[in-house]
């Protein structure tokens, strides 16, 4: 018992006093550089892969031809393109979401009588991720010479966070004027609530117009399958003659225009987040 109570103080005092020596700031160790710089090319390729398997596979059950699926097979670089800017996509929405979190964690050490840098430094351990990374990577590049505001601008660009750029202003109209920084970030915060309240409304109604989209693109290839299947000898001319060819080339290339006008339509409204 004696040295189970002597285990437990010396737990508690190493606890407590790792607790209060352990560096506030972030060590260069932990620190991120950008990855959208270096596009991962082995994902691309691999999406690019998987997506010509499926297009030509999906081309071979409809048609029954192998030319066809063959000929589907350059379908697997658009679906990579797009899965692509579906995952860029995420990660701006899912940057935009904390952007306001992390307005606040920096706004509460601002308060605290830091300055911009130093609440910075004390601020990013406690944010998210992806949002932690890329403030990071503002650390970083201040500690290699740049100055604080350049290093957001650029990292802003590199890493396609269009928020970043209103604390650029903020913190270029401070370092000018010496104006409050706590209340233009509390401004700012209200600003982003406000807007992603907007998008979340838009989101909402346009969801059904991007489904209904959905559907009707893969419509006229099950009507067609369909039509395969239950009367081969009548669907036929449309696989295997060049007028079929012809019929088949035109509703493959009037979806993807009808799918290119909705997404702008909807992207004109959202700012392109979909």
């Not at 990660?91 to 605290?112: D, K």
């Not at 350049?150 to 209103?166: H, Y």
């Not at 509390?186 to 989101?203: F, G, P, S």
Request: glycine share 8%; with cysteine.
């Amino acid at each position: 018992m004696p040295v189970l109570i002597a285990l437990c103080v010396f737990a508690s005092v190493y606890l407590a006093l790792s607790g209060i020596l352990r560096p506030k700031g972030v060590p260069l160790s932990e620190e991120w550089k950008v990855g959208r710089v270096r596009r991962d090319r082995g994902r691309v390729a691999l999406y690019a892969v998987l997506g010509a398997a499926v297009c030509a596979f999906g081309a071979y059950a409809v048609t029954g031809q192998p030319y066809y699926a063959a000929a589907a097979l350059p379908g697997g670089y658009f679906v990579a393109r797009s899965l692509v800017g579906r995952r860029e996509a995420a990660r701006r929405r899912l940057l935009r979401s904390q952007y306001a979190q992390a307005l606040n964690i920096l706004t509460a050490a601002l308060q605290g009588g830091l300055s911009p840098y130093q609440a910075l430094e004390d601020a990013v351990p406690s944010m998210p991720r992806p949002a932690r990374d890329v403030f990071a990577e503002v650390l970083r590049r201040t500690r290699t010479g740049s100055n604080f505001v350049e290093a957001v601008e650029r990292v802003a660009g590199e890493t396609g966070w269009d928020d970043l750029k209103s604390l650029c202003v903020a913190l270029r109209l401070y370092s000018r004027t010496g104006c409050n920084l706590v209340e233009v970030f509390q401004h700012l915060v209200e600003t982003v609530y406000e807007r992603e309240n907007d998008r979340k409304y838009v989101a909402a109604v346009t969801a059904s117009m991007r489904s209904t989209a959905n559907i009707l693109s893969f419509l006229p290839f099950v009507v067609m399958g369909a039509a395969r299947a239950v009367a081969p000898e009548f669907a036929a001319p449309l696989f295997t003659t060049a007028g079929g060819a012809a019929v088949v080339g035109f509703c493959v290339v009037m979806v993807l225009i009808g799918n290119r006008v909705i997404r702008g339509m909807i992207n004109s409204v959202s700012g392109g987040d979909f």
